[in-house]
Every structure is written in C-alpha cells, then in structure tokens.
C-alpha cells in the first residue's frame, strides 16, 4: 500500500501540532502473528497532511513487518521527572512509502531537518495519522487532548 498526498484533513489542535514538532524522535509498534515490535526513528511531522516522516532500511524487522500489516501504532514523549509537566502523544496510523508530491515534500522536509540523511542508503516512510491522544499535565493531571 502506497500513500499518495491527498490534504482534507480535519484540522489538528495545535498544541499536537507543537508538540510533534519540537520533538524529533518517534517509538513505533508493529504486530505480525500477534507478535509485536517496536522501533525508535527520527521523524519529522508533516502538518498539512498530519502525517509523521521517517527512514528505516527494509532489512529491519520492523521495515519488513510494515509490508505485512501497515497498521501501527507508536509514541512520542517528553522525557521529565516533574509530574506536573509530563506530556507525550500516543497514535495510531498506517504506514507506506510516499508517493508522488507527498513522497517530493516529505523528503525535502526530512532532508532539511536531517541533512545527514542524504549520505544515507535508507526508504523513506509516512505513517498517515488516523488517531492521536495526546497528554498534557500542564492542563490538569492526566489532561488528554484527542484526534480526530
């Protein structure tokens, strides 16, 4: 399954849209066989069709596993002692390797935030968000914030 740009999304609150852009490191789970998996990749967020960007060899297990079953989910957090600010997204989505525009944009949009990357023999790979929640203890312990 390959994802091509299509927009149209419902708009994101922009306190997610913050939050995945300050961050650049993402968890994602993959299950195959009822065998879950999970990886840690640099990403960066694609606002217009809220989407998160990232690279990994299909050599992986989770590379491979992404041709059996796209759909994952994962997470992206604040790492802190402090309760009171804890925050982080858990999400859902299906993930692909881009085509056409999206797979032009997201590249140039990788590349700039990881200009190393161009050195690199790696796939580029989208996960089109279809569900986010999103905790923020600055808004009240156990404040969630949720997508769509």
């Known amino acids: 399954m390959r994802l ?4 149209g999304w ?3 609150d922009k306190r997610i849209v913050r939050f995945f852009r300050k961050h650049h490191v993402l968890t994602i789970a993959t299950t195959v066989e009822n065998e879950p998996w999970c ?3 640099f990403y960066v967020y694609l606002e217009e069709e ?3 960007v990232f690279t990994t060899d299909l050599k992986t297990r989770h590379g491979q596993e992404f041709l ?3 759909e994952v989910a994962g997470s992206v957090v604040l790492e802190t002692m402090i309760v009171g600010k804890i925050r982080g997204i858990q999400f859902r989505g299906i993930v692909s390797e881009p085509e056409g525009e999206l797979a032009a944009k997201a590249k140039w949009a990788y ?4 200009p190393p990357a161009a050195l690199m023999d790696t796939r580029l790979w989208v996960v089109m968000l279809t ?3 999103m905790t923020d203890n600055r808004l009240g312990f156990g404040k969630k914030l949720i997508w769509p």
């Open 10 to 12: 419902k708009m994101t």
């Open 68 to 70: 059996k079953n796209p």
């Open 50 to 52: 809220n989407t998160l």
């Open 4 to 7: 091509t740009l299509t927009g």
């Open 39 to 41: 990886a840690n990749c």
């Open 111 to 114: 590349l700039k935030r990881f």
């Open 131 to 133: 569900h986010i929640k």
